[in-house]
């Protein structure tokens, strides 16, 4: 049934694709289409509010509806979710009523569908609060592609949702840091990096540097894959159970809410650095330097730097202590992290508790409250600190004392380290499923001088199955796979470097510690994804499986078959995951195809870059239309 916005139904009659007449109405669970034809009415298509990203009227000519619906796995696409834009062309011709009557309906359509699409109640005639997005990106970062991503995909999203965007371009290596440290982030609602990982670390660790980090850490972030790596990106969408890719990554910052995710701290004598995805040591970070004489083939790159370092197998001198994650179970408080408190960000959206992100309960609490560290004026990769509150978990002993006898030590030379937090360590490199965002864990695997080399290559293909701590300590006898809340490294050897989040760090003694849910990404979970878009959704759903796809033509939902209102049992071929585009819809670039066409390195974005074009062209040409219908037939077709 058609929603009512005071006196005004918002059911209407509007022009799709050539000259198709269809009649279209704002339901509570979404938008819903019939076709007009000579034999009447057609069967209703429905668009999901789960699934509309956002309206927009063009020229009070052409209402737009961008549309990311889940398509299934075809011949010719991968599975994961497409961009559809929706159009509906104002039917003012041959009607006894004004034109302006046609696009004040128009106008109450798109504020609808806007509303609908944060999960706000339609029936009420207020526009959202518009957000303000404040989005990082490299040029240099990858294939150089995030320049044409941005025209292609990134503004024309963001925009759609009624989302203002302020871009600001890194120039050089450490910009961000520099640049963050000064920034005046007042009115972000989130910070987004269209990157790789380098530029998240970068400006992790410019704001740590400042005074006020932990109101800062309180504006979400927002990974979106520009470039090789893309670990956080590809992490952050495992857990949300969505496909990898820039569509997949854009719908879960629409739709999600802040989630708190661990972080790390590592520190040495002479500096302090923090990150959210990993550091590696000896076999892993002389593969990661090496690799970079191949950077232009991208994530190849990493295989072929592989062969060659396992060929030499360098075994360095080294002492690794580490807290085993169970030693804390049921401590006190003050072993716990200190964390930066949770607070609203989104207007229309509530934070949303942070152990959603966990697939079990955690029995143990995180304290609030921050611990201060006492720093001498050293050298930090974090810039010069004074005293600073800065986040700690107390369980670290200092430089020069013995670790706690509730450490464990391992005193031989090691083939090499990776200390983890999320389950990717690159977009294709899938290392740990129970590797969770949120679990208060490093995530430790370290190979001994034992170790063989047809063992660590039996390890290599479980890099994309998740597999690698099931297999190491099993069937590889001195490949060992830990959760730890600290560790220190001793490295005896001079010419061994350390890597963390890319960036190189000379050997000597380094510490780590968790620092659970220090900052906050955009996320929508696994059982958030029937009601997507936040706070205020009635709770409608729309017809479809389980699964979250739409039912199959024909299908009629319970809801019809108790009597409830035909409209709800609407079926969008699009949902269901058909290849066909419906008729009045454009196939933007289909996001399913996104992974391999514009994300994964070496791909190409030049069919994409099309679609801001044809927009603007679009959006030229409905000026000329005007009442008539006519001279406005869509032209569009599938990418």
Not at 468 to 487: E, I, L, N, P, T
Not at 555 to 582: E, K, L, R, W, Y
Request: glycine residues 8%; negative net charge; charged residues 25%.
């Amino acid at each position: 049934m058609a929603v009512t916005v005071g006196d005004v139904c918002l059911s209407h009659d509007f022009i799709s694709g050539k000259s198709d007449r269809v009649h279209a109405e704002i339901q509570s669970s979404g938008l819903v289409v019939k076709k007009y034809s000579k034999k009447g009415i057609g069967a209703p298509v429905e668009y999901r509010f789960t699934d509309i990203i956002g309206a927009q009227l063009v020229n009070d000519v052409e209402l737009s509806v961008w549309y990311c619906p889940h398509a299934q796995k075809s011949l010719l696409r991968k599975a994961g979710r497409r961009l559809v834009v929706v159009r509906l062309r104002v039917a003012s011709a041959g009607s006894d009523e004004p034109h302006a009557v046609h696009v004040a309906l128009a106008k109450a359509f798109e504020l609808a569908i806007a509303r609908g699409a944060k999960g706000l109640d339609v029936s009420i005639p207020d526009r959202p609060r518009t957000l303000s997005y404040l989005v990082f990106l490299n040029p240099f970062s990858g294939t150089k592609q995030a320049e044409k991503l941005l025209r292609s995909h990134v503004q024309p999203m963001l925009e759609a949702a009624g989302v203002e965007l302020e871009i600001v371009r890194s120039t050089a290596r450490g910009f961000m840091q520099d640049y963050v440290k000064t920034r005046d982030f007042t009115g972000k609602d989130c910070i987004a990096f269209m990157s790789g990982d380098g530029l998240i670390a970068e400006a992790l660790n410019g704001i740590m540097s400042r005074s006020d980090w932990k109101s800062v850490l309180k504006i979400p972030f927002v990974p979106i894959p520009a470039g090789t790596g893309n670990a956080i990106c590809a992490s952050l969408l495992h857990a949300c159970r969505e496909s990898y890719g820039i569509v997949e990554a854009l719908y879960v910052a629409l739709k999600g809410s802040p989630m708190a995710i661990d972080a790390m701290c590592f520190s040495t004598e002479k500096y302090r650095t923090y990150s959210v995805l990993t550091l590696t040591w000896g076999l892993l970070a002389d593969i990661d330097i090496d690799s970079e004489k191949y950077r232009k083939l991208g994530s190849t790159r990493f295989t072929l730097s592989f062969l060659e370092k396992l060929k030499a197998m360098k075994k360095y001198p080294c002492k690794l202590s580490f807290l085993p994650g169970e030693e804390l179970s049921g401590s006190s408080s003050t072993e716990h992290v200190a964390t930066a408190s949770v607070a609203l960000v989104h207007a229309d959206k509530p934070v949303r508790r942070p152990s959603r992100l966990s697939l079990r309960r955690r029995r143990s609490s995180q304290a609030d409250g921050a611990a201060a560290v006492k720093s001498s004026s050293r050298d930090s990769v974090v810039g010069k600190e004074s005293s600073l509150s800065l986040p700690t978990s107390g369980v670290l002993p200092a430089f020069g004392d013995s670790v706690p006898s509730s450490w464990t030590v391992f005193d031989r030379p090691l083939v090499g380290l990776n200390a983890v937090l999320p389950s990717h360590i690159g977009w294709d490199l899938f290392m740990l499923q129970h590797a969770l965002l949120d679990d208060g864990y490093i995530h430790l695997t370290f190979y001994g001088d034992d170790a063989k080399r047809k063992e660590l290559l039996s390890l290599f293909p479980l890099m994309t199955t998740g597999r690698v701590a099931d297999a190491a300590g099993q069937g590889a006898s001195d490949c060992h796979y830990k959760k730890v809340k600290a560790f220190r490294l001793e490295i005896d050897s001079s010419d061994s470097y350390v890597v963390i989040d890319g960036e190189h760090v000379r050997g000597g003694t380094v510490q780590g510690e968790v620092l659970p849910k220090l900052v906050r990404v955009m996320a929508v979970m696994p059982e958030d994804h029937s009601t997507a878009g936040g706070a205020g959704n009635d709770g409608a759903t729309a017809t479809g499986g389980s699964d979250g796809t739409a039912a199959a033509p024909g299908v009629t939902s319970d809801n019809t078959a108790a009597g409830g209102d035909t409209c709800g049992s609407a079926v969008d071929d699009a949902a269901a995951g058909d290849d066909a585009v419906a008729e009045g819809e454009t196939d933007v670039a289909s996001a399913v195809a996104v992974p391999t066409s514009a994300i994964e390195p070496g791909g190409d974005v030049k069919e994409v870059e099309g679609v801001a074009a044809r927009e603007e062209a679009r959006a030229a040409s409905s000026q000329e239309c005007g009442k008539d219908d006519s001279a406005c037939a869509d032209t569009s077709s599938p990418v």
